[in-house]
């Protein structure tokens, strides 16, 4: 069956360090991959999403994913968190970027002075 | 600006009604879907709908109930037999180039 593993359910880093949030899928297929973030009570945002090609990809507010087909993983990094990056993080995988999506459990993460 | 609007944002009901969440787009977006979400449970699929006049069931389906008689309207129904409804539900549509979600509604039964 198809699922979206994210392994940490709460993470705690300090303002400027950096940050990794790991993600693991089991897929039929090459999925497209996703993060979003959200804030509380609030919708999703797309952070990143990968297709195709080049296998580190860029987002917004800094972010950057790795996909590795060999772990089955698309962890999400950032160099250097700050304290407006507390939220939750969502990975989700499709069949295309237009379809339904699976998501992991989330991780919310908090940011500490 | 071309965008999703759920409403209202927060519903109170008391057990045993029925209660109908509004989904509206102007992003002219073919797909629509409707997702509950749970502390620690991430997003799950409730209905989804590819064109108007059809829809599908996704992973918890039971004690929903959806239409989709417009391209820009994908009303969601949480009737008495879901047993558990309190949930925050998130709206989405999408086309070719990717998804744009709602802003969410909190449901609480009282």
């Known amino acids: 069956a198809q699922s979206v593993t994210q392994p940490d359910i709460h993470i705690t880093v300090s303002e400027g360090a950096s940050l990794e949030l790991r993600c693991n899928y089991s897929y039929g297929a090459t999925p497209y991959l996703f993060w979003y973030v959200q804030s509380p009570g609030q919708g999703l945002q797309l952070l990143l999403k990968?297709?195709?090609?080049?296998?580190l990809v860029q987002g917004i507010k800094g972010f950057e994913a790795e996909f590795k087909r060999s772990q089955s993983s698309f962890n999400l990094r950032k160099p250097s968190v700050h304290w407006s990056d507390a939220a939750e993080y969502f990975c989700a995988v499709g069949l295309n970027q237009g379809g339904k999506l699976i998501f992991g459990q989330g991780t919310e993460l908090s940011v500490k002075p | 600006d071309g965008g999703i609007t759920q409403s209202p944002k927060y519903l109170f009901r008391k057990e045993g009604q029925n209660v109908t969440l509004s989904c509206e787009q102007n992003l002219n977006h073919d797909a629509m879907y409707w997702y509950r979400q749970d502390p620690g449970q991430g997003l799950r699929l409730i209905y989804y709908?590819?064109?108007?006049?059809?829809?599908q069931k996704g992973d918890i389906a039971e004690g929903y109930s959806v239409s989709r008689e417009k391209k820009e309207s994908f009303p969601l129904t949480v009737t008495s037999a879901q047993k558990n409804p309190t949930a925050f539900y998130l709206c989405a549509s999408s086309s070719r180039y990717g998804y744009t979600f709602g802003s969410g509604t909190r449901l609480t039964i009282v």
């Open positions: 990968y297709f195709s090609g080049d296998t």
């Open positions: 709908s590819q064109i108007v006049n059809d829809f």
